[in-house]
């Protein structure tokens, strides 16, 4: 039994550096949901950035407002809308990705892909016209020249990624509600500390907040270096 | 083997307003043309749309000879314009002359021996491996103008090449546009006075209230530093 | 970042908030587990108590294990669980007194229509989970330390091989979304009697398996130990206490209805804790 704050925290950091198994299971989902919904969605979502920011096209605005909208949804909300998608009942039930890591992964991909698009969209609008021009006229065909415009836009571009995950890998409503906590297998971070808490068990739940503090801190270091760099050059 | 640039009927509108209305222009191999106007014209839109980087709201633009294979989304290769401002990729002042060398497919070898001299036509050699955004403004100017320059082209677009440039620069650009035409190239430069370098042209354009006319016919005039 | 520092205000204004509720006399602050508040029992009994005794008792519903903690941290002034060993070791450590049992309801069995482990009707639990283990079938377990998942485990432990098969699914939330995602997954679970009754219109699942001596669920209240704790309410907790064992409670508990169907039993006179 955990008397005060002290103790509780000395527990944690126990438990962490003694690789307690459970406890570095639920890390391992974490992470492995999150990187490859990151990495489902960030080249689709720059794309779409790019193409809000560089061609004109009629309507264009909408879809920007559009996109900043879904940003605003509640984590709870996309998960309850893929909930209903995914439940047995529901038109994607037969697929029986209910409580799985696959719909997990759905789920991280939905709520980070607004933010990657309106990211990388700002990121690519902060890029002059003439980059693309010059990169044509240069020689580049259309594909390259993308690819030009976004090494030009790296740092900013790096920094939306890192945005997305920060923001998936400490999500709780959306993992909860379609991951299901189900022990060693979609328990992730978030959905462990909610259930620690709940049990009133906050040795894990600080060992966890602890990853996450600590990831937050690095993401949000790395960011900054990048920020630094960017503006040196 | 020069090329040949022939432009009919392009009209650009902006909204209600109409920038210009040209009925014919044409470019041919050696030609040097000096584009004058004043500020807001057109002359920067009119020599977007005749490189290919702008579209004519009507009107059509023709190089001949036609280079383009059927898939490819490349312009014109041949044709290369300069912006008023350059931009200037990140990366080195090395990097930045390579860009359009790697895209020709050459040689590591070749775009090697390409940019040092083109580092050297443009006196940066020794900011080579330096970040091409410290450069200063007329460096970037000169840096620009190589990296268009290396790349060899039949018909050159030059957007107030010399409002940046000191005394010297402007000489050596001035002698860079007099090799490019001895070599069978054709030049086209916009500016609003005269410098040595419109002094070059022998084809002299105005670009007002939306016609192009031309005035001057001089013979070919060569420029000796 | 700012997840953070919401976190860290939000406990002390809720810390500072309960501080000043405590002061006031004529609060009680009675902890107890989610089933039985989302049963609605307390929704009915509760007013009446209130009405008497002219005070407000705030529940807090969480787990047992956390309704237990919070006892034993002097957060409340009266805990009213279902996990007699707990119970009986939080008695014996000092942190509660004057256990008394309240009412008990019972734990059933559900699970597909199907029914691939074949335990429909059987009279043991034990044999029925053993069919569920044996067949590997799905069964999402609670997980969450609450008094239904202790009951769980105690089940299993009685069984030949306990819970060790792959498809057991420790899923650590309420009944209700158990419930919910045993349905989804067409897997068995244990569910209290009341939590069931709730849900059952919207689930395809059936009951399979009740009547078990097992199976029953008993409740005690428990009044935090006042020397333990300054500011603790003692004489509201032993009121609530009484009321609750008192013939009327009695009474009202036993004709508390969900689709007409009885959900508790008042126990104050026989010890059914002690099963
Ligand atoms: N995208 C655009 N939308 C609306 N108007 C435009 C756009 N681009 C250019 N214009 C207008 O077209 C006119 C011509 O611009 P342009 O840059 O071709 O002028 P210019 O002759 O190069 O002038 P300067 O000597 O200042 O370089 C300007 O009045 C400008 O406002
Ligand atoms: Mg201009």
């Known amino acids: ?233 | 083997m020069g090329v040949e640039l022939r432009a009919n009927n392009l009209i650009k509108r902006y909204g209600a307003r109409e920038l210009f209305n040209i009925e014919e222009l044409k470019v041919q191999e050696g030609d040097s043309l000096h584009l004058s106007g004043d500020n807001g014209a057109g002359k920067t839109t009119l020599m977007k749309i005749l490189a290919g980087l702008d579209k004519p709201c009507s009107g059509e633009v023709a190089v001949t000879p036609n280079m383009k294979s059927k898939w490819s989304t490349r312009l014109h290769p041949k044709v290369v314009y300069l912006h008023q401002t350059p931009y200037i990729f990140s990366g080195t002042v090395a990097a930045n002359l390579a860009y359009g060398l790697k895209l020709k497919g050459l040689a590591n070898k070749q775009i090697k021996e390409k940019v040092s001299h083109a580092l050297a036509w443009a006196r940066l050699e020794e900011l080579a491996d330096h970040s091409a955004h410290s450069l200063s403004g007329g460096e970037k100017q000169r840096l620009a103008l190589a990296r268009a320059w290396v790349l060899a082209p039949g018909l050159l677009f030059l957007d107030e090449p010399t409002a940046n440039l000191d005394q010297q620069s402007v000489t050596s650009v001035a002698d860079l546009i007099d090799k490019m035409l001895e070599g069978g190239a054709a030049v086209m430069v916009s500016s609003h006075q005269k410098n040595p370098v419109t002094e070059l042209c022998y084809r002299q354009l105005l670009l007002s209230e939306g016609q192009v006319t031309e005035f001057g016919h001089q013979r070919k005039v060569r420029h000796h530093a | 970042m700012k997840k953070w520092i919401t976190g860290a205000v939000t406990v002390a204004v809720l810390a500072a908030s309960s501080a000043m509720c405590a002061a006031e006399e004529n609060i009680i602050r009675l902890a107890t587990t989610t089933s039985t508040y989302n049963s609605g029992l307390l929704d009915k009994l509760l007013p009446e108590f209130e009405k008497i005794h002219k005070v407000k008792v705030q529940v807090i519903a969480v787990g047992t294990g956390k309704a237990l903690r919070m006892g034993q941290a002097g957060d409340v002034d009266v805990v009213m669980t279902h996990a007699p060993k707990s119970e009986k070791k939080f008695v014996a450590s000092g942190y509660g007194v004057n256990p008394r049992s309240v009412m008990y309801n019972d734990f059933v069995i559900v699970g597909p229509k199907a029914d691939p482990a074949n335990i429909k009707g059987k009279e043991s639990v034990t044999s029925a989970l053993e069919g569920i283990s044996d067949k590997n079938a799905t069964f999402i377990s609670r997980g969450d330390d609450s008094g239904t998942h202790k009951k769980e485990l105690s089940l299993w432990a009685e069984t030949a091989k306990g819970k060790l098969f792959t498809n057991y699914k420790e899923v650590g939330q309420g009944m209700g979304k158990v419930l919910q995602m045993a349905d989804e997954l067409e897997a068995y679970t244990i569910t209290d009697r009341g939590t069931w009754l709730a849900y059952k219109s919207r689930m395809q699942l059936i009951l399979l398996v009740e009547g078990d001596t097992r199976l029953f669920n008993p409740y005690q209240i428990i009044q935090i130990n006042p020397e333990k704790h300054n500011g603790v309410n003692s004489i509201g907790a032993k009121a609530l206490s009484d009321w609750f064992v008192s013939k009327v409670g009695q009474e009202m508990i036993n004709d508390f209805r969900i689709n007409n169907e009885a959900l508790f039993y008042g126990s104050a006179n026989a010890d059914v804790a002690n099963n």
């Open chain 1, 1 to 233: 039994m955990q008397e005060n704050l002290l103790e509780t925290s000395i527990l944690s950091l126990e438990l962490l550096f003694s690789f307690d198994a459970e406890l570095w299971d639920i890390i391992g989902v974490s992470f492995r949901v999150s990187m490859i919904a990151i990495s489902i969605a960030t080249l689709p979502a720059i794309l779409i950035g790019f193409a809000l920011a560089m061609v004109d096209f009629k309507g264009r605005w909408m879809v920007v407002a559009l996109f900043n909208a879904l940003m605003a949804v509640p984590t709870v909300v996309v998960g309850l809308t893929l909930y209903l998608l995914l439940s047995r009942s529901g038109p994607f039930g037969d697929l029986h990705l209910l409580f799985t890591q696959p719909a997990m992964i759905i789920g991280q991909v939905a709520l980070a892909f607004p933010l990657l698009v309106c990211m990388s969209h700002s990121a690519f609008q902060s890029i002059d016209k003439r980059a693309w021009e010059t990169a044509r006229t240069l020689g580049a065909n259309c594909c390259y020249a993308v690819i030009t415009i976004m090494k030009e836009a790296r740092f900013a571009l790096l920094a939306s990624v890192l945005a997305g995950f920060g923001r998936i890998i400490s999500e709780v409503g959306c993992s909860m509600m379609i991951g299901g906590n189900i022990m060693s297998y979609t328990r992730n971070i978030p959905t462990a500390i909610a259930l620690e808490t709940s049990k009133g068990m906050f040795a894990q739940g600080i060992a966890l907040g602890l990853v996450l503090l600590i990831l937050a801190l690095l993401l949000n270091f790395t960011l900054a270096s990048i920020r630094g760099k960017g503006q040196l050059v």
